[in-house]
C-alpha cells in the first residue's frame, strides 16, 4: 500500500453523470471551475456529457452538456493545452454519428460509446466510425448486472475483437458487492486485457460501495477509474474523486483542488436543490438489481415510506 | 453469494456510538422504539450505552445512556424476554467495577471493554472482573491503525490468554482500506480464533468504507458485526446496519423494521440537528489516521473550508 500503479487513470465524470440530476444544466462558469481543478488535481480524463441527437431530443429542453457541440466544449477549454483528456458520452441508439466530428477538428480525445447488452452490434457500429474518425474509444456495457452470463461472455469477446481501447465494467444500479466485483474485474481482464486493451470500472453508490468496488477492481488490472467530485451523479451518485486520489498513492494526484472545488461550488449546487448522493431508496433498487428511477422519483416526491416502497419494487412498478 | 454463515452475530451500537453525537440525551421513546426495532430485525445484540463513571462524569452533563444504571435499561425492556442480548460498554480508567452488578441482578448480557493500547492490563482487570460477575466478556482494542504492529501482536497474545470471550477490531478513526483490513481480520482470527474465541468488527465510514469493511472481514471469519442504524455514530458514523441486513443472507435478519425507525426515528433526529455521517473533513482524518475531534470543531463551527483544515490538520492541531 506504500507504492503505486503508474498505469492508472482517473477519469472524472462529473458532468455527463451529474448531468442527470439536473438536465445538463451546468453553467459554464461551473465546467470551467471543475475544468481547472481537474487539471490542478492532475485527472487524467474528464468527460463533458453526451453526444446525443437534436432529432431525438430537443435542444431547448436540456441544457448543452447534453449535445457537447465542438464550440461548447472550446469555450471552457480553447484547444486544451492541458495534459488532461477531454472526452464525451454517446449513447447507442440515440446518437447522430455525422455530429461526431473527425477528430482533427475536435478537441475531443476520448468517445466513450455506451449501450445495453442487446445494442452490441450498435456500439461496434459506432465504435468503428470513432475509431475511424481518429480518437480514442472506450465501450462501456451499462447495467452489466443484469446480463446473463453466457451473453455477457459473448459480448466480451465481441468487444474483445472491436476496435475499442478500453472496455468498461458498468455497475449501473450500484449491485455488486467487491468480492463479486473482483470476479468481474478478473474476468474482463482475462479477456480483454488478452488483447492489449485496457479494462475501466464505472461504479454507484447505492450500497456505499462504489469507492469500495473501484478500488477492488484496481488490484485486478482495472486501470480506468470513473470518478466524481462528492460522487456528483444520477441518484446515489458514483465514487467520489476525492475519496479516490486520496488512496492512490501517485504523486501526481492531488485531492485539495477538488476539496475546494467542493466548497465552492458543489455546496451551492446542493444547495440549489440539485439532489443526489446515498439514500436509502437507492439501497432498495441497488439490493434489487433494479433500475434507480423509481427510486429518484420517490424521493422527488418527498416520500419517507420506505418499508411500503420496497413492497411497491417487490410487486413491480 | 447465495448462502449464508450462521455464526455471524449483528450488534447494534446506535444508542453507544449515536450517544457521543448527543451527550447521551436519547429519550426513553427512542430507546424504546430502536429496541423493538432491533427484535424485529433479528438483530443479535443491542448496546445500551457505557457504564461510567459517577465519579468521573457528573451525571447532570450528560444523558442516561453515558451510565446505563440497571434501572434505566429495565425500564426499557423489563426483564427483556426477547432473544436478543443486552449489551454495555465500559471503558478502561472510566469505569466503576462496582457499577457492574453480578449478573444474576442484571438484565445485561455482554460488557465490552474498551481500552487503548496502553491500558491494556487495566482491560484485563477489568475483564477478569466482569467475567467473574458472570457476563459474556469483549475486549475491544480501540484505535488498532495507531498501534504499533509489535504492540498489537504482544496484545493479541495477551488477549488470546485473557478470560474475553469475543476481541474486537476497533478501526476508531476509519482508516483502513479493505485490503488492510482483510490481512488485519487474518492476524485477530488466527491468534484469537485459534483459542476458540470470537473476533468481532467495529468500523467507521470517514472514507465511505465501513460497511465494505465489515463485510471484507465477513470473508477472512470475523463473526462479531457492529452496526448502527442509518451510521448513528460519532464523526462520520458507523456501518449501516440495514446495509448489512441487506447483506447478510441469513433469513433471520429482515432490514425493513430498521427502515421504518429510519423514517419514524432518525429522520426527525437529524432534522434536530444531530450531525453524523461521511463528510469531507472525516475523510481528511481517516486519510491522516487521527481522531475526528477537529473535524467534528470544524462543523460544529460551521466551516467548510477543507484545503485549509488539512493544512491545519498536517501541521499538527
Known sequence: MMAFCPEIKVLDASIRDGGLCNNFRFTDDFVKSLYEANIAAGIDCMEFGYKSSKKMFNPDEFGKWKFCDEESIRAIVGDNPSPMKIAVMADAGRTDLDDILPKSESVIDLVRVACYIHQIPTALKMIDDAKAKGYQVSCNLMAVSQVRTEDLDAALQMMAKSAADIVYIVDSYGNYYPEQMAALACKYVDVIGAVGKEVGIHAHNNQQLAFANT?????WGVN????????????????????????LKNPKYDFLPLLEFVQHRILPLRAGGTLWGYDAPYMLTG???????????????????????????????
Open 224 to 247: 480506468y477509474l470513473d470518478a466524481t467530485v462528492n460522487g456528483l451523479g444520477r441518484g446515489a451518485g458514483n465514487c467520489y474523486s476525492e475519496l479516490l486520489l486520496g488512496f
Open 287 to 317: 439490493l434489487l438489481n433494479s433500475h434507480p428511477r423509481s427510486a429518484i422519483r420517490f424521493l422527488k416526491e418527498g416520500r419517507i415510506d420506505y418499508a411500503r416502497y420496497f413492497q411497491e419494487l417487490n410487486d413491480g412498478e
Open 215 to 219: 478500488i477492488e477492481c484496481c488490484r
